[in-house]
T-cell receptor
């Protein structure tokens, strides 16, 4: 019954590799997000999608490419991984694309780039 | 650019005491201010929020106050309990900005039994 789920939970990889993180929500929400939480716990939005359409792209390097095959799924593909990409990545969803709609977060994916 | 400053970065209180966390935002058009709680190793979860047309909101032991003139809002937790220990994040946003939340840097609250 997990509302927002992510896979994998942990990801350890070498610099230069390409990796993907998957997110799924079963809440019937229209809007999904990707956040990055760095080692100092700072949470920053990366992308938001509404009904498969990109709404926010927050000055994220183009090595990061989100893809939304349908409104229940939002994946994040990262090319040519760098040390600075190490972080916890959270997916979230909200009913509609308004900031005053509660955002439900997934459990996070801890990415470690060696 | 848009910015939210949050203080203190760490806060330690005795069980039963009150805790106050303060945030200041830069975008005067912000009109929605949520607070999220993140327990160690867990996901952030919304605990309370306030809209710009309201000055104060309370939910049991937690309350939030907003001063639009000063662009300042605060979280108040009374009768703290060890299970209140977590990192608390404030955020500011505009309703129609794609769901974008600008988060503060977080406050690590420790409640000692």
């Amino acid at each position: 019954d997990t509302a927002v789920s992510q896979t994998p939970k942990y990801l350890v990889t070498q610099m230069g590799n390409d990796k993907s993180i998957k997110c799924e929500q079963n809440l019937g929400h229209d809007t999904m997000y990707w956040y990055k939480q760095d080692s100092k716990k700072f949470l920053k939005i990366m992308f938001s999608y509404n009904n498969k359409e990109l709404i926010i792209n927050e000055t994220v390097p183009n090595r990061f490419s989100p893809k939304s095959p349908d409104k229940a799924h939002l994946n994040l593909h990262i090319n040519s991984l760098e040390l600075g990409d190490s972080a916890v990545y959270f997916c979230a969803s909200s009913q509609v694309v308004r900031a005053d709609n509660e955002q439900f977060f997934g459990p996070g994916t801890r990415l470690t780039v060696l | 650019g848009e910015n939210v400053e949050q203080h203190p970065s760490t806060l330690s209180v005795q069980e039963g005491d009150s805790a106050v966390i303060k945030c200041t935002y830069s975008d005067s058009a912000s009109n929605y201010f949520p607070w999220y709680k993140q327990e160690l190793g867990k996901r952030p979860q919304l605990i309370i929020d306030i809209r710009s047309n309201v000055g104060e909101k309370k939910d049991q032991r937690i309350a939030v106050t907003l001063n639009k003139t000063a662009k300042h809002f605060s979280l108040h937790i009374t009768e703290t309990q060890p299970e209140d220990s977590a990192v608390y994040f404030c955020a500011a946003s505009r309703y129609n900005q794609g769901g974008k939340l600008i988060f503060g840097q977080g406050t690590e609250l420790s409640v000692k039994p």
